[in-house]
């Protein structure tokens, strides 16, 4: 189980550094909103430094499939947390932002909640029978809870609702590439093509991914990389560990101070994503589209 978790861990950090990319681009590209998303992607697509961090993503993407095949969701979700941390710091040294004391608390808890996860490793996983109903029921209430944040106006204008949406979205995605995977597996001697189309999971998992980029990339116009990709983050992780546990059977260590561990590392999430979401502070002014503007 630890090298699919080592695996993990490379693609987070391929995701945040594909992300960082597409954040560096947010003050020169549209936003995808109403009458003007097909027209906004399309552009995006043509920015060559936007496609190339897709590109990127798509990577650790890949590298996440292979480790959430072999080890249990919810572990894989949170180890994928060590990305945010370099997102972070590429967001403080490349793009020159900047985070109060209260998001700092926030970004400390997540990578403290990562390292209490690690502690707790040695005592195992169990995984119990899927269960695609409850997966499905799962997927709908989540998907009502992260529209809700939508209907409230400072949400929307910090940001903060598109970036919580796109967790639950990319948390969506994790827990559909899991039932992919289980699928898969239990597909016998069925040709790869026929159990591609014939797996409804694989469309989920393409249209919530899809969703994810498109919110977090508008969530990048509001707000400063440094609040939106920590709080979609912990949200696309508690997302899969909720998830792991009610639709996949997975369960705590058996062993009482690693389940204590695992429990904080869960908590902590929680709280980070709380503090992260209160925050009001704008994106810093982009230095070329400023003058770009004034020259116009």
Known sequence: MILYLSIAIVASVLMAL???MMKSRSAHLPMAAGAHVIGAIVAWLRDPMWIGGLGV????????VIAVSRAPVSMVAVMMQGGIAL???ASVVILGERANGREWAGIG???FGMLMLTLSLQAGETEGEFEPGT???FSALLAVAGLAPMAVARLNASGAAAAILSG?????GGLFTKAMTEEFIAGGAASLA???????YV???????????VLLQNSFHSARGIIAMPLSGALSNIVPIAGGMIAFGERLPAGSMAAAMRVGAFVLTIAAGALLAGSREQPPEDPIAARAAVES
């Open 18 to 20: 594909g992300l960082l």
């Open 109 to 111: 808890a997540i990578v």
């Open 168 to 172: 639950v979205a990319f948390g969506l």
């Open 135 to 137: 997966l499905l029921m």
């Open 87 to 89: 997102f972070v710091i």
């Open 194 to 200: 026929l159990r591609i189309v014939s797996n409804p």
């Open 203 to 213: 469309y989920g998992l393409i249209v919530a991914n899809i969703a994810g980029i």
């Open 57 to 64: 993503q798509t990577v650790g993407w890949a590298l996440y």
